[in-house]
């Protein structure tokens, strides 16, 4: 079974520029999740997707991120503008619909200079 | 609202040494569950465990245990024998039954094995 697949795999930018991160969950799960990790932090969800819906974006910093499911595949999240606190590694999992076995992907880590 | 507490910040053991790293817990989900992850230096998390709050049952995988409390809500993790390969970041999450599958993380224990 392929994992969960993310790209790029390290992004480095200046402040207030934009930038783009996909997911590529595993196929056939429901659920796509997308958190941040910064340094010396455990995970923090930004946001989760059940198929194309929204479940939970309350964490989501919706001035300047943002984030879709196309046809309930593949995601994109999106910043704009980059702020320096916004260096992490985003994260993206998968699982199917309540089994609770999540998927994680390598992640991507981002650089804001 | 869920909360999980690794008190223990980094943990530094010689290799072949015993180590417990420690997870308590907060959830007002009668239905929930815990796991534990290792993320080594690549980043990526590895799974090491679920256990669902219904099977206090320990559990045993080779050099690793777990010891599950809910007297204490607590979910402690021993690494028997220790090896230098063992050196990551060691993370416990909680996910409740009212929560819709998202995971509340600790903070993370860095374990370094030296040899």
């Known amino acids: 079974e392929a994992g969960v697949a993310q790209s790029p795999r390290y992004k480095i930018i200046e402040k207030r520029q934009s930038v783009a991160f996909w997911c590529n969950p595993i196929?056939?799960?429901?659920?796509l999740y997308w958190y941040q990790q910064i340094l010396g932090q455990g995970p923090k969800l930004l946001i989760q997707f059940q198929n194309n819906g929204v479940v939970d974006d309350s964490q989501l910093p919706k001035d300047r991120f943002s984030a879709e499911r196309l046809k309930g595949v593949d995601s994109t999240l999106k910043i704009q503008p980059a702020k320096l606190e916004d260096s992490a590694v985003y994260l993206c999992?998968?699982?199917?619909?309540?089994?609770?076995?999540?998927?994680f992907g390598s992640g991507t880590r981002l650089t804001v200079v | 609202a869920q909360k999980v507490t690794q008190a223990q910040t980094e943990i530094s053991v010689v290799e072949k040494e015993d180590v417990t790293l420690d997870c308590v817990y907060e959830t007002r989900d009668t239905t929930y569950y815990l796991f534990w992850y290792k993320q080594p230096p690549s980043g990526e998390l590895v799974f090491l465990i679920r256990?669902?709050?219904?099977?206090?049952q320990n559990e045993i995988s080779g050099r690793y245990s777990w010891n599950f409390q809910k007297s204490t809500s607590s979910f402690n993790f021993t690494i028997t024998a220790s090896q230098v390969v063992d050196s990551a970041v060691y993370f416990c999450?909680?996910?409740?039954?009212?929560?819709?599958?998202?995971?509340?993380f600790g903070q993370g224990t860095i374990l370094t094995v030296h040899p």
């Open positions: 999450a909680l996910v409740g039954g009212t929560s819709y599958g998202k995971l509340t």
């Open positions: 256990r669902n709050s219904f099977d206090e």
């Open positions: 196929s056939g799960h429901a659920t």
């Open positions: 999992a998968s699982s199917s619909t309540r089994n609770y076995g999540y998927t």
